[in-house]
């Protein structure tokens, strides 16, 4: 894994945990850390979350074999 793809996923992690803090406790992170939903610096933080999310999409499609992933090997006995 890459270190751009490390660091879209360290940031998906956030955007999940500020998405289960909104939804369980309807307290916005982000918002309240850079003044408010509204706020520029809060859309940009929003936007580069984003971003990093489909950054992490393409680990979907990604063959075993580039991701480092291996079967592991059985023997037939």
Do not use: K, Y
């Given at each position: 894994m890459s270190v751009l793809q490390r660091i879209a996923l360290f940031?998906?992690?956030?955007?999940a945990i500020n998405w289960g803090l909104i939804g369980f406790f309807?307290?916005?992170?982000?918002?309240?850390?850079?003044?408010?939903?509204?706020?520029?610096?809060?859309?940009i933080i929003y936007g580069i979350i984003?971003?990093?999310?489909l950054i992490n999409l393409a680990i979907l499609f990604k063959p075993a074999e580039e991701l480092g992933r291996?079967?592991?090997k059985t023997s037939r006995t």
């Open positions: 940031l998906t992690i956030i955007g309807q307290f916005d992170l982000v918002a309240a850390i850079f003044g408010g939903q509204n706020a520029t610096l809060a859309r984003g971003i990093a999310g291996t079967e592991p």
